[in-house]
């Protein structure tokens, strides 16, 4: 009886703390790991491949293959239920470790190269005759670099991505460089990586003495007098990053820049989301204006109001922006309905409209349980950017530092910067 009380009590458990999805019409198989994909220069990228099963056996039929490329190591744990919910939903799942990352062969560099690597992982994932030869990509963040990068070289198999937070418009513009000044967080992304991924002793215990916040104190880094000299691939990289300190070449070469490349991209529906407090905001922008005006497939903008990565959060630091700021399901059911429509061509219900952007505002300004201030906030819906009936409001600045709507006088000295 007691153990029987036991498992009825795990079973209750389990389905509360379980989130509920959809019934998933498949059980799921990992049917291989660290497949070796061969890339144009023979270097061999690490890919894990998930497949839809029924009662432990595999299904004959040919599915949609969706992929996620990364340079964070391809088992983890999010990324790996993701697959595996994709996969119960009738779904091939290639997960691959970026080249030079993990279980991947070759020397890593910092976005340069993931378009060819994107365009021979797509059509080399073609060929699997458990797929339908369709593939589609998803990915946060630097798995939305490579979903853009991929993209900009039309692989003919690519039919679709959502690229979340990332898709860098210019890489001098934001998040590589700001505007021309380096963005110190690449220096702080190249040290936590290195220290993720080394298996070297000695690159643990020198990266564990040496702060990556000293180091920030002492700039610019020298060549071969610095922590990422243990990698001369990171340290190549990283100085390339802080010594182009102008447009040039370097920055328009279409891994790092897709204001110059918007004409060479395929011509496949895209979903492009962000952030009002995500680095990545204004580019998303940019993004959608420039390629809605080119490509005849859908393409839709999503702005929320979310610091980097935070699409299932309801909140921005201290701000509350109420629940229906959060997509709950943002890692499962809502890519599943994009995926399903763009891959199976299921029409559940209308397409969404072109633009939905969440407004802040109209909260009371109460402290929530969590100590944050109720700002409150809705979306709102339209067929462009900026949304129909948006009313522009210049500001200016003032000598004595506010802005305001008011033009100041004509007789007052600038201030220059």
Partial sequence: GGSMFKYLSTLLLLAFAAPIFAQAP????????????PMRDGIRIATDIFRPAKNG????????????????????????ESARFFASHGYVVALQDHRGRFASEGVFTKYIGEGKDGYDAIEYLATLPYGDSQI??????????????????KPPHLRTIVLNMGGMS?????????????????????????????????????????????????????????????????????LKMMTHSDYDDYWKHPDLNWVEHYDETADIPMQLLSGWYDSYGGGTIHNYLELSQRLDSPVQLVMGPWTHSGNTRSYAGNVEFGPAAAIDDFHHEYHLRWFDR????????????????????TGDGHKDQNGRLYHGGYWKEGADWPLPNTAMTPYYFHADGTLSTLRPANDVAPTTY
Wanted: glycine share 8%; net charge neutral.
């Fill in 136 to 153: 589609g990509m998803w990915g946060t963040s630097y798995g939305a670099h490579s979903q853009a990068n991929a993209a900009k070289l």
């Fill in 57 to 80: 056996e595999l299904v004959a039929e040919k599915f949609p293959i969706v992929l996620q490329r990364t340079p964070y190591n391809k088992t983890g744990t999010r990324l790996v």
């Fill in 26 to 37: 498949y059980d799921v198989v990992q049917v291989e790991s660290n497949l070796m994909v």
């Fill in 170 to 238: 210019n890489g001098w513009d934001h998040k590589v460089r700001n505007h021309g000044a380096f963005e110190n967080q690449q220096l702080t992304w190249a040290f936590r990586q290195l220290g993720a991924e080394s298996t070297d002793p000695a690159v643990h215990e020198m990266l564990s003495t040496d702060s990556i916040n000293n180091w920030l104190t002492v700039m610019p880094l020298r060549k071969g007098l610095n922590p990422l000299s243990i990698a001369p691939n990171f340290e190549d990289y990283i």
């Fill in 342 to 361: 763009h891959l199976k061509g299921k029409e559940d219900g209308p397409a969404n409209a072109n633009v939905r952007a969440f407004v802040m505002g």
